[in-house]
């Protein structure tokens, strides 16, 4: 016999008992969005392979060993998007929506692909919701953007177990100054340092910062810091992020190590990390990159944005008990009918239900069955209440109404009272 198909190691399929929670989330989040006024935009899946080379950067762990690239047919070397921002980027200067200082503020959702080691939230596909603003220099932008990812943590109750990791990387000048001051420091240290940062050294320098080995922690207490290295301009301006933050109430923490391991990054870069998903902590993370739109050859555009990871909200929700009760159910009514003539006219009253009360979830029993098993299958649905059509009830048009969550006995409801009587049932 052959061997079944299992889906690829790292990509996971969201089964029907987790598609309510991912819904609630991402709904709640587009919600949000549209509350501030952003506008959702949806880019394809695979792109040129030359895009994400020359806006992540050639020397960081994502270009150098994650991506999915293939050939085209055509011979054109595709990657399945490891994020996006790079092809939001590409999308707005491809349509010039962001040219002569158009103001932009943009969202997305969908499935990112990066060859890591898969562990608990940490897969090789997994989702974002993203937003990318463009053409408003000044941290008022970054701190709304920080601030409406706090009150998306309010809506969720999640402010207790996130903390805000703040940082500035400065101006380019500024982070190459700093730059040369650590690889001069940690070269006369080359020795100590762990086999990842001898080999970022020469390549990526900053990354080093990043690095999880305790020696080369260690070595960094003394190093150079990159706040010393900020010129004023940007000093200027994370210091207008830290007032806008202190008077929106948002809790903060200087990170003068947070770099991030994306390279289009300068000025402000912030992480919302959380200690109760283990090792893959970071549940959002952001910054400004005011250089990649021009990089990617549009005019000089300053921008703003950070992403969200699904798979982990979704998970520290499941972990800290946050997921609203009434998800489980998967409808708020089932319809139990015996016999032809029975069910020929509960699909008819099904329907005008439907009609009477959008926004209602009723599932009509199927597959025909006895009382008890289609009673079985109205509990199993998370249903409040069951309608019960038998054949004494057709012939007196009316409707048994059983309460399946609370205690009470069937009443009988005529036909034509029955939209009004659901309505008040539903709404208590
Ligand atoms: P990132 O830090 O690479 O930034 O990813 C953002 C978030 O995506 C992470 O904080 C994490 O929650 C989630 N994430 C990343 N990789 C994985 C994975 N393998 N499995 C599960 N979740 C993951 C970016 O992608 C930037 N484009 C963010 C940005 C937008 N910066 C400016 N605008």
């Known amino acids: 016999m052959s061997k079944n198909i299992q889906a690829i190691r790292g990509m996971n399929d969201i089964l029907p008992e987790q598609t309510p929670l991912w819904r609630y989330f991402e709904n709640g989040v587009a919600s949000l969005l549209d509350g501030y006024g952003y506008r ?81 939230g940490r897969y090789r596909q997994f989702h974002q919701i993203g937003v990318e603003v463009f053409n408003l220099p000044g941290p008022d932008i970054d701190a709304e953007l920080i601030v409406l990812t706090w009150r998306l943590w309010g809506l969720l109750g999640l402010r207790e177990a996130v903390t805000l990791e703040l940082n500035s990387l400065g101006s380019s000048e500024a982070r190459a100054r700093y730059r040369e001051a650590l690889v001069e420091y940690l070269s006369a240290r080359f020795e100590q340092l ?35 290295y900020l010129d004023e301009e940007s000093r200027l301006h994370f210091e207008g992020l830290k007032a806008r933050l202190d008077a929106a109430g948002v ?49 000089p555009t300053p921008a703003v944005g950070f992403a969200m990871g699904v798979e982990r909200l979704v998970l520290l929700l499941e972990t800290l008990d946050k997921v609203p009760a009434e998800l489980s159910r998967q409808v708020d009514l089932y319809f ?71 205690d009470g006995e069937q009443q009988s409801v005529g036909w034509d009272e029955l939209g009004e009587r659901l309505a008040a049932c539903l709404q208590a």
């Open 40 to 120: 959702q935009i949806r880019m394809p899946i695979v792109e040129f392979t030359e895009l994400f080379k020359r806006s992540i950067g050639e020397v960081t762990d994502i270009v150098e060993k994650e991506m999915y690239t293939f050939e085209d047919r055509n011979g054109d070397s595709l990657t399945l998007r490891p994020e996006g921002t790079a092809s939001c980027v590409r999308a707005v200067l491809e349509h010039g929506i962001s040219g002569g200082g158009q103001l932009q503020k943009l969202w997305y959702v969908g499935p990112m692909f990066r060859h890591e080691r898969p562990q608990k």
């Open 336 to 406: 139990c009918a015996f016999g032809e003539a029975a069910e020929l006219a509960a699909l008819a009253l099904a329907e005008q239900l439907r009609d009477a009360l959008p926004g209602m979830r009723l599932a009509v029993n199927a597959g025909a069955g006895s009382f008890k098993s289609q009673l079985k299958k109205a509990d199993k649905s998370g249903a409040l209440y069951a309608l019960v059509l038998g054949e004494d009830e057709l012939a007196g048009r009316i409707v048994g109404l059983k309460p399946l969550r609370a």
């Open 194 to 228: 762990d086999e990842d940062s001898q080999r970022r050294l020469s390549s990526n320098p900053l990354r080093i910062l990043d690095s999880k080995s305790p020696d080369t922690q260690a070595l960094l207490v003394d190093a150079p810091k990159l706040a010393d």
């Open 251 to 299: 809790p903060y923490v200087i990170n003068s190590k947070l770099v991030r391991g994306l390279d289009y990054y300068g000025k402000t870069v912030f992480e919302w990390v959380t200690d109760q998903l283990g090792a893959q902590g970071t549940v959002c993370a952001g910054g400004r990159y005011d250089g990649l739109v021009e990089q990617l050859g549009g005019k």
